[in-house]
Nanobody, 124 residues
Framework: QVQLVESGGGSVQAGGSLRLSCAASGFIFGDYWMSWFRQAPGKEREGVAGIDSDRSVRYAEFVNGRFAISRDNVKNILYLQMNSLKPEDTAMYYC??????????????????WGQGTQVTVSS
């Protein structure tokens, strides 16, 4: 049974940091491209960052050096270190898995598995 379980969300003030984790099970983690997406109320789900098993990465432009995606292929965990958080980063954050690197990493429909999400709230 495939499971992606996110954790680490919470409420922080602008300028603060959070580290999100996504524990994966039920599939061969190393065979999958992993990404973080987010969705704010009333907005479409958007890609935040993605990483291949060889640790090549992609970031959305709005990240602008503030976030870092990483993965532990032994523990089967995906991470997102978020620094210099802004109120506009407030959203539900999801991890997602796709079998092999997608052509467009930030297209939600390309992903095979999704977690249930973890809420991030940034106050000004």
């Amino acid at each position: 049974q495939v499971q992606l379980v996110e954790s680490g969300g919470g409420s922080v003030q602008a300028g603060g940091s959070l580290r999100l984790s996504c524990a994966a099970s039920g599939f061969i983690f190393g065979d999958y491209w992993m990404s973080w997406f987010r969705q704010a109320p009333g907005k479409e789900r958007e890609g935040v960052a993605g990483i291949d098993s060889d640790r090549s990465v992609r970031y959305a432009e709005f990240v602008n050096g503030r976030f870092a995606i990483s993965r532990d292929n032994v523990k089967n965990i995906l991470y997102l270190q978020m620094n210099s958080l802004k109120p506009e980063d407030t959203a539900m954050y999801y991890c997602a898995a796709r079998f092999f690197r997608p052509r467009l990493w930030d297209r939600p429909s390309d992903y095979n598995y999704w977690g249930q999400g973890t809420q991030v709230t940034v106050s000004s």
